[in-house]
T-cell receptor, first 110, second 114 residues
Framework: EDQVTQSPEALRLQEGESSSLNCSYT??????LFWYRQDPGKGPEFLFT???AGEEKEKERLKATLTKKESFLHITAPKPEDSATYLC???????????FGTGTRLTVIP | DVKVTQSSRYLVKRTGEKVFLECVQD?????MFWYRQDPGLGLRLIYF???????EKGDIPEGYSVSREKKERFSLILESASTNQTSMYLC?????????????FGAGTRLSVL
């Protein structure tokens, strides 16, 4: 069964304290791995797509990496405005939809 | 910018009522999706549509139906609302390009069934 597991469930960081969020998956023949950001009471906002092991994408303080079994979202010198829930999703072969993890709730304290 | 608009941000309905949740996208996307999001369970797919009048069941279709009469509009229908359908409902759309499965989401509708 395809599975996506995100860890930790929640993370509190001091402003400027870098860290990483993990997304591990068991999909065979991954077609794509997606990172989204979701603010409270809002819909997910697309951040990155990764398609093959070794690929990396960056946007401001965020950097996403992909291996054959997991993806990391690295947050460098976070700011309070980076506080949100970060969702990971995968697309399996032949699937039209995405399968989501339950997210990591990040809080950055000033 | 892709825009996915859900008609209501908050809805309160009574048990047994028929409920319509509307979603409109402005980017001529072929595919549209309805998810529900519950704490600890993440996003779960209810239904999706890959073309006008075409639909497929997702992981949790029971108690729901959908309608797609026009390409830009995808409606989720709760035939007889129940309290266990209290949830955040999210609509998404994506283009039909092979290999590009970026889904764009609306702001969500928080439905409470009393």
């Amino acid at each position: 069964e395809d599975q996506v597991t995100q860890s930790p469930e929640a993370l509190r960081l001091q402003e400027g304290e870098s860290s990483s969020l993990n997304c591990s998956y068991t999909v065979s023949g991954l077609r794509g791995l997606f990172w989204y950001r979701q603010d409270p009471g809002k819909g997910p906002e697309f951040l990155f797509t990764l398609y093959s092991a070794g690929e990396e994408k960056e946007k401001e303080r965020l950097k996403a990496t992909l291996t054959k079994k997991e993806s990391f979202l690295h947050i460098t010198a976070p700011k309070p405005e980076d506080s949100a829930t970060y969702l990971c999703a995968v697309q399996a072969p032949g699937a039209n939809n995405l399968f989501f993890g339950t997210g990591t709730r990040l809080t950055v304290i000033p | 910018d892709v825009k996915v608009t859900q008609s209501s941000r908050y809805l309160v309905k009574r048990t047994g009522e028929k409920v319509f949740l509307e979603c409109v996208q402005d980017m001529d996307h072929e595919n549209m999706f309805w998810y529900r999001q519950d704490p600890g369970l993440g996003l779960r797919l209810i239904y999706f549509s890959y073309d006008v009048k075409m639909k497929e069941k997702g992981d949790i279709p029971e108690g729901y139906s959908v309608s797609r009469e026009k390409k830009e509009r995808f409606s989720l229908i709760l035939e007889s609302a129940s309290t266990n359908q209290t949830s955040m409902y999210l609509c998404a759309s994506r283009p039909g390009l092979a290999g590009r499965n970026i889904q764009y989401f609306g702001a969500g509708t928080r439905l409470s069934v009393l």
